[in-house]
């Protein structure tokens, strides 16, 4: 069997292949590390827009409340 048939694994091809190994890890890295921080910026911001919703929402009915609570004891007073 011929040896010329095996590619030949010279120290340039090892080196070649070793940095293009490393370049994809840290661009496999990067995209990850990417991914999770606007993750994590993505879920921040909707829970901020929800706290304040909320806030919004129970400021608003805790005034209907006592609007409804006031107009009962008025009531309950004149009769």
Known sequence: ???K???TLNLR???LLLVLLASIGTLVSSF???YQVQKEQLINYT???NYAYANKLAS???SFL???Q???SSALATS
Do not use: K, Q, V
């Open 60 to 62: 608003a009915t805790d």
């Open 47 to 49: 829970l901020h827009s």
């Open 13 to 15: 091809f090892l080196i």
């Open 66 to 68: 006592e609007h409804l």
């Open 32 to 34: 990850y590390a990417t």
């Open 5 to 7: 048939l095996l590619p």
């Open 70 to 72: 006031g107009a009962f």
């Open 1 to 3: 069997m011929s040896h």
